[in-house]
């Protein structure tokens, strides 16, 4: 699928300078010579970010070995971007369906408002973890209706429900931070380890593991891909797009409730404005993705491989001294350069 156009098919035909006429061949050429060099090329664009990484993990493990090349920051780093990796896989969905889904950072913030608010007053966990769900389900539903049944463009529908959600968590918090009120089980949700790492890593890689099979292995994740590539033929072949389409949007939200209760138990506390620092880290690391492993496609794996190359890259430069503001600064870059290079992909699928 073409990732960021909505509906559009990818036309995936060969290049006329690609085809060799066999009888224009000498006799000592012939295609089996050039199928090595083919896989080398095939290799390096679907893992170059494996060897951009591991550059990294080199650089940054000889500018400042004393604090980057330690088993404590690796921890750091794979707890630290579970919530970010979490909201990225959810996202995946509706980006496979060829659908945008920019409120997933509002539902975030919305349903870490409700965990913290429901406890705040006397609820359990189990209570304000459903309720935040119900939440984040309803919002998908009506974002799905909005695409599917007014026929608005989910670029536009979900921005406009991201800002609509943004308000909401200032009213949920009464526009203050929520501090005091969460259940100390709940909390340990997300501060318990397990071999050094916080719980929400373990929780991620679940979700990564569900969301995975969901797309590689089970019949829903084909009809994604199809509605994604090309609706029209997808209908014609008896998928019903809309259903898609919708059940996506649904999907994404669920993933952004459930990202949004972990956090919750991870900082313990609610913030009228936790969610919308999330949309680029996410975004970024899922366009990014889309150039790996499965190149052409948003993917699991390739969304988990930018991710913490991403991270890699902040860190390292955070540990050496670099101002605050690099975080925005690397994944606003990573960005731009990621949907370039999904275009240039997509151009040669």
């Not at 300078?17 to 000592?28: F, G, Q, T």
């Not at 913030?109 to 935040?132: D, E, F, K, W």
């Not at 119900?134 to 536009?156: D, E, K, Q």
């Not at 690099?326 to 731009?336: E, H, M, P, S, T």
Request: glycine share 10%.
């Amino acid at each position: 699928m073409t990732v960021g156009q909505e509906g559009e098919p990818v036309a995936a035909a060969a290049s006329s300078a690609n085809l060799v006429v066999e009888a224009d061949l000498p006799a000592h050429v012939g295609p089996p010579q050039l199928a090595p060099r083919r896989q080398l090329t095939f290799g390096l664009e679907r893992f170059s970010g494996v060897y951009v990484w591991g550059a990294l993990l080199l650089i940054f493990a000889l500018w400042v070995p004393d604090t980057f090349l330690t088993t404590s920051n690796a921890k750091i780093i794979a707890g630290d971007q579970a919530i970010t990796a979490m909201l990225a896989l959810g996202i995946i969905i509706p980006l496979a369906a060829g659908v945008f889904d920019l409120s997933f950072a509002g539902v975030l913030g919305v349903s870490v408002a409700l965990t913290a608010y429901m406890q705040v007053q006397g609820h359990s966990p189990v209570v304000a973890g459903l309720v935040a769900l119900a939440g984040a389900t309803f919002i998908g539903a009506v974002n799905g209706y909005v695409v599917v049944h007014l026929r608005v463009s989910s670029f536009i529908a979900t921005l406009g429900m991201s800002s609509l959600l943004i308000a909401a968590t200032y009213w949920i918090t009464d526009g203050k931070q929520i501090t005091e009120g969460f259940n100390a089980t709940f909390l340990d949700l997300g501060t318990k380890q397990i071999l050094g790492v916080p719980m929400p890593f373990y929780l991620m890689l679940v979700v990564a593991a569900l969301i995975y099979v969901l797309v590689e292995f089970l019949p829903v994740g084909r009809y994604l891909y199809a509605v994604g590539g090309n609706p029209q033929a997808a209908r014609l072949a008896g998928v019903r797009v809309d259903r898609i389409v919708f059940g996506s949007l649904v999907a994404s939200s669920f993933v952004a409730g459930v990202t949004g209760v972990v956090l919750a138990a991870r900082l313990g506390t609610a913030s009228p404005d936790i969610g919308p620092s999330y949309l680029l880290p996410a975004f970024s690391a899922v366009f990014l993705g889309s150039t790996q492993i499965k190149a052409g496609r948003v993917n699991v794996l390739g969304t988990l491989l930018a991710i913490y190359l991403l991270a890699t890259g902040v860190k390292g430069l955070q540990l050496a001294g670099a101002p605050v503001y690099v975080n925005d600064l690397f994944n606003g870059a990573a960005l731009i350069i990621a949907v370039a290079l999904a275009a240039r992909t997509a151009r040669r699928v």
